[in-house]
C-alpha cells in the first residue's frame, strides 16, 4: 500500500530565517498531495496543497513543490514566525484516502 | 459556518468496557472520514463514508470497531471492547464530493483506556 515518510521529525529555526519538510511517497498513482497545520490539542488544518499536474504553488510565505518523477514533495515556508510554531503533516492521496506522514515538529524561536 | 462538530471531547474508560463516539460533519458534505491518531503519529484512516456507504473499511478492525451513518449525516463510531491500545484522539472529517478535496477535520475525541 501507499507510504509517505516525513523529515525531518523535528526542527528548530531563529525567527525570520526559512523552514523546509520534505516528503517522499511510494505509489505513484497518487495525485494530491496536502499539507496540515497541526497546533497542541488542536485539529488538523490545511494550510496548502497541490495536485499532480502542478509543480510548485505559493501562498504568501508558504510555498509547495513536487516533482513526480522522483516522487517527492516539500513545504517551504519563509520569514517565520512564533505563530508557525506546531507540528506539520503532509500526506498523498489517491481516490480520497489519505496517508499521512509522521509529522515534524518546528519550533521557531523569536 | 459551524466546523465539524465531536463528542465527547475527551473519554476515560476501563479496559473492555465500550465506547462509542459521535461526529456531526459539516452542513452538505457527503464524505465523512474517521482517524485514528496515536501520540506523535499522523492520523489514519479507520473508515470513509460517501453518504450512507462505507466505501472504505479495510483498515477498521472489526473484530471490536464498528461505524455507521445513518442518513448519510451523523456518524458514530463504537469500540467493544476497549483495549489498552486504543488509547488514542479519534478524529472524524469532512469533505464535498468524492475524490480528492479538503477535508475539515473536528476536534477529536481523546480516548485514555485503563
Known amino acids: 500500500g501507499e507510504n509517505v515518510e516525513q523529515h525531518p521529525s523535528t526542527l528548530s529555526v531563529q525567527e525570520g530565517d526559512s523552514a523546509v519538510i520534505k516528503c517522499t511517497y511510494s505509489d505513484s498513482a497518487s495525485n494530491y498531495f496536502p499539507w496540515y497545520k497541526q497546533e497542541l490539542g488542536k485539529r488538523p488544518q490545511l494550510i496548502i496543497d497541490?495536485?499532480?499536474?502542478?509543480g510548485e504553488k505559493k501562498d504568501q510565505r508558504i510555498a509547495v513543490t513536487l516533482n513526480k518523477t522522483a516522487k517527492h514533495f516539500s513545504l517551504h515556508i519563509t520569514e517565520t514566525q512564533p505563530e508557525d510554531s506546531a507540528v506539520y503533516f503532509c500526506?498523498?492521496?489517491?481516490?480520497?484516502?489519505?496517508?499521512f506522514g509522521q509529522g515534524t515538529e518546528l519550533s521557531v524561536k523569536p | 459556518e459551524a466546523g465539524v462538530v465531536q463528542s465527547p471531547r475527551y473519554k476515560i474508560i476501563e479496559k473492555k468496557q465500550p465506547v462509542a463516539f459521535w461526529c456531526n460533519p459539516i452542513?452538505?458534505?457527503?464524505?465523512l472520514y474517521w482517524y485514528r491518531q496515536n501520540l506523535g503519529q499522523g492520523p489514519e484512516l479507520l473508515i470513509r463514508?460517501?453518504?450512507?456507504?462505507?466505501?472504505?473499511d479495510s483498515q477498521l478492525p472489526k473484530d471490536r470497531f464498528s461505524a455507521e451513518r445513518l442518513k448519510g449525516v451523523d456518524s458514530t463510531l463504537k469500540i467493544q471492547p476497549a483495549e489498552l491500545g486504543d488509547s488514542a484522539v479519534y478524529l472524524c472529517?469532512?469533505?464535498?464530493?468524492?475524490?480528492?478535496?479538503?477535508?475539515?477535520f473536528g476536534p477529536g475525541t481523546r480516548l485514555t483506556v485503563l
Open positions: 472529517a469532512s469533505s464535498s464530493g468524492t475524490g480528492d478535496n479538503e477535508q475539515f
Open positions: 463514508y460517501e453518504n450512507e456507504e462505507a466505501v472504505d
Open positions: 452542513s452538505g458534505h457527503n464524505t
Open positions: 497541490i495536485r499532480s499536474n502542478v
Open positions: 500526506a498523498a492521496s489517491k481516490t480520497g484516502k489519505l496517508i
